[in-house]
């Protein structure tokens, strides 16, 4: 399943997901249960679906990958309801020109589909335009459906995850899963500084200011910093308070402000400083993504390991906020799943969704599940097996085996509950605009004022094509 993700990311990364996708193309069509269905099959065919009868219905479930865990669902909800058909459909991708090719062929395919009111009853977002979709009236409001569905009891699952992927007030789509993002650190040299400082209440400046006072104390130990570059770091600063920026749905943009120019201001500090470096330096702190327990213990211990004559404990801290933002952790959605707005059979098409979500069946691999039963056996299986094998192919790591115990994943119940702030992963135009304008900043060539109003004319623009 990691490597189904990283897959998935490089094909991500492969292309940008600009607002322009949302438009009709020419491709396949998988309709819903209105019309006779065409739905493509792995193999490329066609074959023709049937209008539902009899009492049988057919729920067709689009997704880009040939997922096992969707197939396995399909399999256990259609033996519990055999009135009912899952038709899963998706596309070969593989790797390179094939996978991109394959990629954006989903993309058109089902953009079409949706816009011409005969996409499929349920689709996998994570690749898709969410937000243009919203725009257009294509996907159902869950909020509404979960508030009339007594069978849905929102505190089984991560409601601090439920309530922060709202667009316009209303989950139009429902992740499965999700993973959640923070920043390994030398314990040791912190511990050692004396430094103090509250990972769960920091922003930007404050960090500025506990990364200048590392820095200055370990200078006799060795060389330490961030690395990353400017225009790389102020992208993720961005993306992690996206819709303080961009506005999709509404089409409204916010770049030309003394929030964004503040953002510039702080990183131009960093990079002149030399906290943040692209020399090969010791990690004060450095961006993870987190996806299990496993993984977690995976991160923090591997990190001990990954810089020869360094000997330190490692600890995921919380990532700063935005100076005028909320405190709290950042995470994005896996596996999320939409409603076609028109689709003749949402009631089954949300009866399978609660089905993947629930107890019954358990996705493997990648990403913390959005019901929290599902999380406790994770973590209580974790603690019975005791051990961890590294998943590194370097040779220091190779096939080391990590003790866990109760301690060691103690504070992840906390790091998981106080995530609130989405990321947007998916790179786009936006994220192009900012790193080739922001250079001109970070080399001393235009002011920050003028290179906050030249990215905003340029999404503005973006947004309207």
Not at 85 to 96: A, N, V, W
Not at 257 to 278: A, N, P, Y
Not at 373 to 387: I, N, P
Request: aromatic share 10%; proline share 4%.
């Amino acid at each position: 399943m990691k490597k189904m993700l990283l897959m998935l990311l490089t094909i991500i990364l492969m292309i940008s997901v600009s607002a322009c996708s949302s438009r009709a193309g020419n491709g396949d069509v998988t309709q819903t249960q209105n019309e006779d269905k065409a739905t493509e099959k792995p193999n490329g065919e066609k074959t023709e679906g049937t209008k539902p009868s009899g009492g049988k219905k057919t729920v067709v479930f689009s997704t880009f990958f040939p997922d096992e865990f969707f197939k396995e669902a399909k399999k256990k909800y259609e033996a519990k309801h055999p009135n009912i058909t899952i038709d899963l459909t998706y596309i070969e991708s593989g790797d390179g020109a094939q996978g991109k090719a394959a990629y954006e062929k989903f993309i058109k395919t089902t953009n079409t589909a949706m816009l011409s009111g005969k996409g499929p009853d349920l689709v996998e977002m994570d690749q898709l335009p969410v937000e243009n979709y919203v725009k257009k009236h294509l996907l159902a409001n869950m909020s509404e459906i979960i508030k009339k569905d007594p069978t849905f009891k929102k505190e089984q699952y991560f409601n601090n995850i439920l309530d922060n992927v709202k667009i316009d007030g209303g989950i139009y789509g429902m992740p499965l899963k999700f993973l959640m993002y923070g920043l390994m650190g030398d314990e040791t040299l912190i511990e050692n500084s004396k430094v103090k400082f509250d990972d769960k209440t920091w922003n930007w400046s404050q960090y500025t200011d506990v990364s200048r006072q590392l820095m200055k104390f370990g200078e006799k130990t060795g060389k330490y910093g961030v690395f990353s570059s400017p225009d790389a770091l102020l992208n993720e600063m961005v993306k992690d308070q996206y819709p303080t920026f961009v506005d999709e749905v509404n089409e409204k943009v916010n770049f030309d402000s003394g929030t964004f120019t503040k953002l510039l201001k702080q990183v131009k500090s960093l990079s002149d400083e030399r906290i943040i470096t692209q020399e090969q330096v010791h990690p004060l702190f450095r961006t993870v993504s987190i996806n299990s327990p496993t993984d977690y213990i995976n991160t923090l211990k591997e990190s001990e390991f990954n810089m020869k004559g360094y000997e330190f404990k490692s600890k995921l801290y919380a990532k700063p906020s935005a100076n005028d933002q909320q405190t709290g952790g950042y995470f994005r959605t896996y596996r999320t799943i939409g409603i076609n707005e028109k689709s003749s059979v949402k009631e089954e098409a949300w009866d399978f969704l609660k089905f993947m979500l629930s107890d019954e069946i358990q996705a493997p691999g990648t990403g913390f599940p959005l019901n929290k039963s599902l999380y406790e056996k994770q973590k209580q299986q974790l603690l019975k097996e005791g051990k961890v094998k590294s998943i590194q192919e370097m040779e220091v790591m190779k096939g080391k085996i990590f003790e866990v115990t109760a301690k060691d994943i103690q504070g992840l119940d906390q790091f998981l509950s106080g995530a609130i702030h989405p990321v947007a992963f998916k790179p786009s135009k936006v994220e192009e605009i900012i790193s080739e304008e922001s250079k001109a900043y970070f080399s001393g060539q235009k002011s920050a004022e003028v290179v906050a109003k030249l990215i905003q004319n340029r999404v503005t623009t973006f947004l309207n094509e």
